[in-house]
């Protein structure tokens, strides 16, 4: 088991640079867990897509829905105590918190392309490429 932010759901599910890491991430481990917050998080990064001309409307909505079936199953939410905790300790926002709130309550490496979360995780948060090597 493994927890993933809502950037590594994004490789997951939208073709780009990335997209084969993700799915050899999911090869390796495909018990994935997320916050809820992912939602929340993917939608905005389907808008920027939609605002940069990397996708129409119609796009979106698909790959929206095609992620929603493939990782609501897998989500957890973090103790929100333990995530402000963290997020005033390491300086994160509470969003962030959350994922790796969510790593500590289940023991598990947290899995996440964002620089400064990784910082915050230490030794628990690893890259994508970190985790399969």
Known sequence: MIVVDANILIYRIVEGEMTEAALRLQEKDPDWRTSPLWEYEFGNALVLMIQQKHLTPKMAVQLFQTAKGHFIP?????????????????????????????????????????????????????SIHDFLN
Do not use: N
Not at 100 to 114: F, H, R, S, W, Y
């Open 74 to 126: 897998g989500e957890m939410p973090a103790d929100p105590d333990l995530a402000l905790q963290l997020a005033t300790e390491k300086r994160i926002s509470f969003y962030d918190a959350q994922y790796l709130a969510l790593a500590q309550m289940l023991d598990a490496p947290l899995v996440t392309e964002d620089k400064a979360l990784r910082k915050a995780g230490g030794k628990s948060a690893l």
